[in-house]
């Protein structure tokens, strides 16, 4: 009989490994004092948090503070999408009952407002690209399904590659091309990927929907997801709605700044596209909504009272203790890097989230989220010791909420937002060709001392 094969497997963390990790650790430890003694802006930020100046764009503005006699002070959270702010957008078009997605995607590509004639003939040009190649679906997004729908998304566009005939081609017009073709296909991609994921993998039915014609992003999305492709009108609306505010947040936020780092170097459309992918996967970035539902479920698992506002402050100050849910000592949803009173994103979507909410029997659900964001900034503040008395909860601590009322699994929440985000990526794309020139390089300061080599038979063992 053969011997039987015990060698380890490939995901195993064997004890060589944890060895040579541990030398990792002894060794990539850099003194936190040295960013001091060098003024090091550890994660491009300022000692204030402000992020440091690194380009110029005219696509996205965030505003979360005014000046007045060179005093920073702290104001509501705005956003800006090409000078427009966003909360006039959504206002406009909800009153006039439209989606807005596709409106506000060209606004962030070209950078005015299309007329009733443009937006239709920009609907029509989406419709034409949301189209796979022959056989791709079962050739690539069928193949090999994983849970995780962001790393599969970012394979399937990497493959894209291979069925463009001008795949690195540059130019404007090119790149304006692929562009608007994976803005159309992302959605497609994303749903896609997850029906492979729940038949292959958690034994489902396989159902792949052809998109619709005249469909717009959301209604596409619930139709491709749905195995009846029913939806109602407020459910679209309410996707929509997410995807506009998710659609742009200036070129400081990781993805987009890894997008314009990366398009900087002149490489092709779809490796950019899937840079920013992985940066957006992360729990810091895109992957927070996640955090915040599976948070929220770990409240509810704990505190035997929901009503309780001591009680639940307790356990929101234990999370913070890092001693409860992930024990990473955060409170997903509260706080942001940027806006300090208010996130913009966040007030306008809990506006719909109370309508969506009644629509689906969940107005309890909803008093609980919004008792834990009326509780959860004065934990942080106790548990912080900020003197800061601002606070904001952040669009994440909403999304989330409204996704599973709209009955989409956990794998699409991020991959709903790269749908989003893909139009702000282009738009940066195309900015970073137009106007940036120069390949983006930080630099690092090496603060290591020099050495002598020593031959291997005098090292110490």
């Not at 990539?28 to 300022?46: A, E, H, S, T």
């Not at 994983?146 to 790149?175: C, F, G, Q």
């Not at 780092?261 to 992985?278: E, G, K, Q, R």
Request: glycine fraction near 6%.
């Amino acid at each position: 009989m053969a011997p039987r094969n015990t060698a380890p497997h490939i995901s195993d963390i064997t004890p060589e490994i944890k060895n040579l990790a541990d030398i990792c650790r002894e060794h990539d430890q850099i003194d936190p004092m040295l960013y001091f003694r060098y003024n090091v802006k550890r994660g491009l930020r300022d000692v204030n948090g402000k992020g440091v100046l690194t380009g110029l764009t005219e696509i996205a503005e965030v505003k979360s503070y005014t000046i007045d006699d060179d005093e920073m002070i702290p104001c509501d959270g705005r956003l800006y999408y090409r000078g427009y702010d966003v909360k006039d957008l959504v206002k406009a078009f909800t009153k006039e009952h439209r989606y807005g997605f596709e409106e506000t995607t060209y606004l962030l590509l070209f950078g005015k407002l299309p007329t009733e004639k443009e937006l239709k003939e920009f609907n029509q040009l989406l419709s034409h690209y949301r189209i796979l190649p022959t056989n791709f679906v079962r050739d690539v997004v069928l193949k090999a399904p994983t849970k995780e729908m962001m790393n599969t998304l970012s394979r399937s566009i990497l493959t894209l590659y291979a069925y463009d005939h001008n795949a690195d081609d540059v130019s404007l017009d090119n790149v304006l091309r692929q562009c608007l073709s994976l803005i159309a296909v992302t959605p497609l991609l994303a749903v896609y990927s997850y029906h492979a994921y729940e038949h292959y993998k958690a034994g489902g039915s396989l159902v792949i929907h052809q998109p619709e014609p005249g469909m717009g992003t959301a209604e596409t999305i619930l139709h491709l997801l749905r195995d009846d492709s029913k939806f109602t009108k407020l459910e679209a609306q309410v996707l929509d709605l997410c995807l506009v505010l998710h659609a742009d947040h200036g070129g400081g936020n990781n993805s987009t700044f890894t997008n314009r780092v990366v398009t900087s170097t002149l490489t092709d459309t779809y490796s950019a596209m899937s840079a920013s992918l992985a940066s957006l996967k992360g729990p810091r970035h895109g992957g927070a909504n996640i955090k915040v539902v599976g948070m929220m479920d770990d409240i509810k698992k704990h505190v035997k009272d929901l009503k309780d506002d001591e009680e639940i402050s307790k356990y929101l100050k234990k999370i913070l203790r890092g001693k409860a849910y992930d024990k990473q000592g955060l409170l997903y949803g509260v706080g942001h890097a940027v806006y300090t009173i208010s996130d913009p994103r966040a007030v306008l979507l809990k506006s719909f989230v109370e309508r969506l909410a009644i629509e689906k029997g969940a107005e309890e659900e909803l008093a609980f989220y919004e008792r834990v964001a009326r509780l959860a900034p004065d934990a942080v503040r106790d548990s912080k010791n900020l003197i800061r008395p601002e606070i904001a909860i952040n669009v994440d601590f909403y999304s989330g909420f409204v996704y599973r009322l709209l009955g989409l699994p956990e794998e699409l929440f991020t991959p709903l937002f790269a749908t989003a985000r893909m139009s702000g990526w282009s738009a940066h794309r195309l900015e970073e060709l137009a106007t940036g020139g120069k390949i983006i390089r930080p630099a690092y300061k090496n603060v290591i001392k020099h050495a002598q080599y020593v031959p291997i038979k005098k090292r110490d063992k």
